[in-house]
């Protein structure tokens, strides 16, 4: 997100996701979401080594100042690599990679890109 220029509190809260539970705070938007299923395969063969990680996120963005759910996404995304070496590095940058990708393709639906900029100026 700062990435992208928004402004992140630096102070993380619990949500369960659900708009009676929303925490109160001075933000405009939440963004929470949960981590549905998470893969990770290393094969390690004689001249070569294969990850592979897969992962469901849903993703929920909400109006703090309404209260209300704005959006809700569930999303999967994979990432794979042969590699001649074995490392739990590889294994974390693969895990990095799926995760980052996944949450990128909720940023990149413009429905979503349009209600956070509605809510960030009301």
Do not use: H
């Amino acid at each position: 997100m700062k990435k992208a220029g928004y402004k992140v509190a630096d102070k993380i809260v619990q949500w369960d996701l659900k708009e009676e539970t929303m925490p109160k705070g001075n933000g405009k938007i939440i963004i929470g979401g949960s981590i549905e299923e998470l893969g990770i395969t290393c094969w390690t063969g004689a001249f070569s080594n294969s990850y592979k990680t897969n992962v469901k996120l849903t993703i929920v963005i909400a109006d703090l100042a309404k209260g209300k759910i704005l959006y809700t996404s569930k999303v999967e995304s994979s990432s794979s690599r042969d590699d001649v070496s074995f490392s739990e590095e590889e294994i974390g940058g693969q895990l990095s990679t799926a995760l980052g990708d996944a949450i990128e393709k909720v940023f990149e639906d413009k429905a979503v890109a349009q209600k956070l900029k509605e809510a960030i100026t009301q």
